[in-house]
């Protein structure tokens, strides 16, 4: 029995378990099926990426003290996070992956890494 390619149709040769005619299609397959398929997805992990790489490059030191307005100025949207931690004394750190803050008053903002905390 020939089979041949679900990418672009050619007849696949070689094993019997193989399922693509080669790297290319198998490529392109898997790009598909792992592509963000909602815009609303694509453009929130866009922006927690912008977050993580703006904490990532205030934080040198895996715990920095930096003002709000410069995390606005680098474009942070505090919106975003991906989980927060509240410690038995109740300060809430908010954490993009790995790399966190936590609002210490109205002007400054404690950088931390997770695990540095």
């Known amino acids: ?3 041949s390619c679900p ?3 050619d ?3 070689g094993r019997a378990d193989k399922k693509f005619c080669g790297d290319g299609c198998r ?3 898997n790009n598909a099926l792992n592509k963000d398929s909602k815009k609303l997805v694509r453009n929130i992990n866009n922006r927690l990426r912008k977050n993580y790489r703006i904490l990532e490059k205030l934080n040198v030191k895996d715990k920095t003290k930096t003002r709000r307005d410069e995390l606005l100025q680098h474009g942070f949207n505090f919106e975003l996070i991906t989980s927060q931690y509240t410690t038995q004394t109740d300060s809430v750190y908010n954490y993009v992956y790995d790399q966190g803050y936590l609002q210490l008053d109205n002007e400054w903002i404690l950088l931390v890494k997770r695990g540095s905390d």
């Open 7 to 9: 990418v672009c149709g």
């Open 1 to 3: 029995m020939e089979r």
């Open 11 to 13: 007849r696949i040769i």
């Open 27 to 29: 490529n392109a397959y």
